[in-house]
């Protein structure tokens, strides 16, 4: 563990718990955990950051001064041989039972069960003995042997490792103080958060902005190595119980400990609540909170009143998860219907300079030449007020800012439906009173669609104006930042507000 400290260390009002993200990485997760820090300047914070292993990282932010202790935890360490002994033995035979039904899928009850074996064993409860003592590689074979016998023994002791390595080192840490603990997603982060919760009796928050367990099972179907497959009827293959099981119970078991444990569970839309459901976060828990923009910033941007042919943008990388390809095919078919459209993409293009190209190629196969522009990184304020439509293809998301920022300026969109788009986009349920639609949502990977959608807007300027200031009030009420800071300054202050409770009994 690497400790960094600004004196004086003390209890922290709002522990943040994150993984693989602020300070060490830049991105999206990052910078909201940054600028929500920022935001509540007069509150202090100990941040904690899991982080892939023990290298040394630079820092990408500056820490804003009311962080006042950073804690860095790698998931992953180099452990030293142990033979074991009797109390090594002792402690394996009490971890065993509920480590095996937290990787089931178990949840807080087994978690606590875990944390209740090493606190009563505290001597022998250290790495070494936990990941390469003869008693914890038996566990191993009884574990592997009573959930996937028929998969490779090597690659299930490698995913094992993998999986409670991560698990032991959240385990091990010290624990910070603070009033309240705040975890940016599940995962390790999450179990580090349900520690908290069970060892100090504060309250936890959990905030999601994707779902970590569905990014996990993701990942899992596209990992070739993990999949065991067996000839079935007709040669067709039949699919049985894999390693791909065993990520997924665990990941699965390690969130609901996380929901189970927290006080609150937020995130950005409806959508991910039905995932959140699923995983076992009680429905009475949930809340929305969505991402946050400059609001007066941007709706202060005019609107170009100098003549100019009609102009969508798409605001992004040019990189596959956009689905740029799908733009640009929507391009070609929208200039049939409104010959002197611009299209631009405004983004950076060397990320992925294959795709780009293949991008560049698409475009001059379809002569657009004249029609598609790629503008490369830009100023976003000296562009909207030229844009008439904005434009999403992408094939993942969770909130799309460009979408909200683009809607402060009144500029209506259309784009596919993933993530948040069409709540922001039509509204949410809840929406009181209804502001009505903003542009329109199309199916993923439909140029299309796309076209015909973009073509109704850039046709029909009643239509565009109406869905204009839909997007710029449901902007306004929603997704201001200010509103955003405040409904986070609200729920740290009734979370710090309460009394010290008596922490959760940990399994015996």
């Not at 971890?95 to 807080?108: F, N, Q, T, Y």
């Not at 995962?187 to 779902?211: F, K, S």
């Not at 996990?216 to 009827?233: T, Y």
């Not at 015909?452 to 204009?468: Q, Y």
Request: charged content about 25%; aromatic content about 6%.
């Amino acid at each position: 563990m690497r400790l960094t400290t600004r004196p004086p260390a003390r209890e922290a009002d709002i522990c943040i718990v994150l993984e693989g993200a602020y300070p060490f990485i830049a991105g999206g997760v990052s910078s909201w955990t940054h600028e929500l820090i920022r935001a509540q300047s007069d509150l202090s914070f100990h941040l904690v950051t899991l982080t892939a292993d023990e290298t040394p990282k630079p820092l990408r932010f500056d820490l804003p001064a009311n962080v006042i202790q950073m804690t860095e935890i790698p998931l992953q360490c180099v452990e030293t041989r142990l033979e074991g002994g009797r109390e090594v033995e002792r402690l394996i035979g009490a971890l065993a039972e509920p480590l095996g039904r937290l990787c089931a899928g178990g949840g807080l009850e087994a978690f606590s069960g875990v944390l209740a074996a090493l606190k009563r064993h505290p001597r022998a409860a250290m790495r070494a003995a936990l990941m390469n003592s003869e008693a914890s590689f038996r566990m191993v074979q009884a574990m592997y042997e009573a959930t996937v016998p028929g998969s490779s023994f090597l690659n299930y002791f490698w995913s094992w490792r993998a999986l409670a390595g991560g698990l032991f080192s959240v385990l091990l840490a010290p624990l910070p103080r603070a009033r309240v603990y705040h975890a940016i997603s599940t995962g390790y982060a999450g179990l580090l958060a349900a520690r908290a919760a069970l060892e100090t009796g504060r309250p936890t928050l959990l905030t999601e902005h994707g779902i970590y367990t569905n990014e996990r099972r993701v990942e899992i179907a596209m990992a070739e190595w993990l999949a065991d497959r067996l000839p079935g009827l007709l040669g067709i293959e039949a699919r049985r119980r894999d390693l791909r099981d065993v990520w997924i119970d665990a990941f699965t078991g390690y969130s609901r400990a996380c929901y189970e444990a927290c006080s609150r569970i937020t995130t950005l839309y409806t959508g991910n609540q039905v995932l959140q459901l699923r995983d076992g976060a009680p429905a009475d828990r949930l809340r929305i909170i969505p991402n946050g923009i400059d609001y007066e910033g941007f709706s202060a941007i005019p609107r170009d009143p100098a003549p100019r042919p009609p102009t969508v943008a798409l605001i992004g990388r040019a990189v596959p998860i956009k689905d740029v390809k799908t733009y640009i095919r929507a391009a070609a078919l929208l200039r049939a219907k409104v010959p002197e459209v611009r299209v631009l993409l405004l983004g950076p293009t060397e990320e992925d300079p294959i795709y780009f190209r293949e991008c560049e190629e698409l475009v001059a196969h379809l002569g657009l030449q004249g029609t598609f522009e790629f503008a490369g990184r830009v100023k976003l304020h000296d562009y909207l007020g030229k844009v008439d439509v904005v434009v999403l293809t992408s094939i993942s998301e969770a909130q799309p800012l460009v979408l909200l920022e683009a809607g402060a300026a009144g500029v209506p969109s259309v784009a596919t439906d993933v993530g948040s788009c069409r709540d922001i986009i039509e509204g949410r349920a809840d929406e009181d009173p209804p502001l009505g639609p903003a542009g329109f949502v199309t199916p993923l990977a439909d140029p299309t669609a796309t076209a015909e959608g973009i073509a109704a807007l850039l046709l029909d300027p009643a239509l565009r104006a109406r869905c204009g200031e839909a997007i710029r009030q449901r902007t306004e009420r929603s997704y201001n930042k200010q509103v955003v800071d405040r409904l986070y300054r609200e729920l740290y202050e009734e979370h710090l507000a309460l009394p010290d409770r008596p922490a959760p009994r940990v399994a015996a």
